[in-house]
């Protein structure tokens, strides 16, 4: 798709920038990954229905007390989560990832909550629906697990959005695991986007519904463009936002750059949504790196 290598063409200016803006500067870059925690966090857990807001997640993580009742589940949810990407940042890139490490990522993820299920693909007549898409029988897991595998190295030619975007798709069509899938299957896209040299992406729960367009697509078409574009913006606004921070820009947000600039509000946002400016979306406002 020409649309997804223009993205990539992009992209790739993008890494060379990082690249050099991140030379000596190790701290800032673990500091804008710790901060991202939260984030990531609740995005991912608001995508699988979680009532949590993003402020009660930051609160559970820094053990504050909230002020309503929240069940423990969705504590553990939370605490667990924030363990598993915390954790991947390093150990993508000691290990390459197979199924022992989805199953220790997917034990870390579901203990206390279903410790019955934790570190386990689904077995015997564990059958899983999602939607009107019912997954493959617990037989097929492992030989379609090589198989993803296989086919994501076999196309190392090819440009990363696409192969994280049916990776994605493939592992989420399987559903191997009986709970957790969703968020095993985005904290597997920033293993792998790590792994390769990328920055880690946050697909975002305000995009929700496109990223169930995206499912639908594939179940029905075995088309991967929706998915593509998902990853190919947020991988693009990972990067404006770890270049604002890096190469010393002031930071605003895009309605305070609206102003001084003399601009229309409502124009940058929507050109920050297609990310034809270097705005990025942090805790769900819209910010941009304004020239000092």
């Not at 077995?123 to 999602?130: K, L, P």
Request: net charge positive; charged share 30%.
């Amino acid at each position: 798709m020409a649309k997804t290598a223009a993205v990539f063409n992009k992209i790739n200016s993008l890494r060379g920038r990082y690249y050099k803006a991140s030379i000596g500067k190790e701290s800032l870059i673990k500091l804008i990954g710790e901060a991202e925690i939260a984030d990531q966090v609740y995005n991912s857990n608001a995508i699988e229905n979680s009532t949590l807001s993003l402020e009660e997640t930051e609160k559970i993580l820094l053990q504050i007390d909230l002020d309503r009742y929240i069940s423990e589940r969705e504590i553990f949810e939370a605490k667990n989560l924030a363990r598993v990407v915390s954790y991947i940042d390093k150990k993508a890139k000691e290990q390459e990832l197979g199924p022992e490490v989805i199953l220790s990522l997917h034990k870390m993820l579901m203990s206390n909550i279903r410790d019955d299920i934790a570190g386990r693909f689904r077995e015997g007549n564990e059958f899983v629906r999602v939607g009107s898409h019912i997954a493959p029988s617990p037989q097929e897991i492992n030989p379609s697990l090589s198989q993803m595998f296989s086919e994501y190295n076999a196309a190392s030619h090819e440009n990363i959005i696409k192969r994280i975007a049916r990776l994605h798709l493939s592992f989420e069509h399987l559903h191997p695991f009986n709970d957790g899938n969703g968020r095993i299957g985005r904290v597997i896209n920033n293993y792998l986007l790590i792994r390769e040299g990328f920055v880690p992406i946050n697909i975002k729960f305000i995009d929700r519904k496109k990223y169930y367009d995206a499912f639908k697509e594939f179940d029905e078409k075995g088309a991967t463009g929706i998915m593509e574009e998902i990853v190919g913006k947020a991988l693009t606004n990972s990067y404006h936002k770890r270049l604002a921070y890096l190469e010393g820009k002031k930071i605003v947000t895009l309605s305070e750059y609206a102003k001084s600039q003399k601009l229309s509000h409502s124009n940058l946002i929507n050109k920050a949504s297609r990310q034809t400016i270097e705005a990025f979306l942090e805790k769900g406002v819209w910010k941009i790196a304004d020239e000092l």
